[in-house]
C-alpha cells in the first residue's frame, strides 16, 4: 500500500507472529500464538482477495478486499463484540 503502513509487515523491533499457510490461506496469529490476528491469501508476496484481521480474544475486528497488495471497495470495522459499527470505502 503505497504511502501508507500496512500491518501485514512489522518493524524489526516487534516480536514477529508465527505464521502458517493452510489450503492457500496465509494465517497469522497473536504473539501468544493461541489466537489467530490474520487471515488471508498472499500471491506473488502481496495480499490478495478478502482479508480478516481479529483481536486477541478472538472478535472479528476488521474485514476487506486486497486487489494485487491494495486495498479495495468496502472495508468494515467492528465493534468489541464483532458487530460491524463502520464501512469505508477503498475505492479511488
Not at 467492528?78 to 460491524?84: F, V
Request: hydrophobic fraction near 25%; glycine fraction near 10%; charged fraction near 35%.
Amino acid at each position: 500500500m503505497k504511502g501508507e503502513k500496512c500491518d501485514l509487515t512489522e518493524p524489526k523491533y516487534v516480536k514477529e507472529k508465527k505464521l502458517e499457510v493452510i489450503d492457500g490461506y496465509t494465517i497469522k496469529y497473536h504473539a501468544k500464538g493461541n489466537t489467530i490476528w490474520s487471515k488471508g491469501k498472499i500471491i506473488v508476496d502481496q495480499p490478495e482477495g478478502y482479508w480478516e484481521w481479529y483481536r486477541a480474544d478472538g472478535t472479528l475486528k476488521r474485514s476487506g478486499y486486497f486487489e494485487k497488495g491494495e486495498p479495495v471497495g468496502e472495508w468494515v470495522t467492528y465493534d468489541s463484540k464483532g458487530d460491524p459499527y463502520k464501512a469505508t470505502n477503498r475505492d479511488k
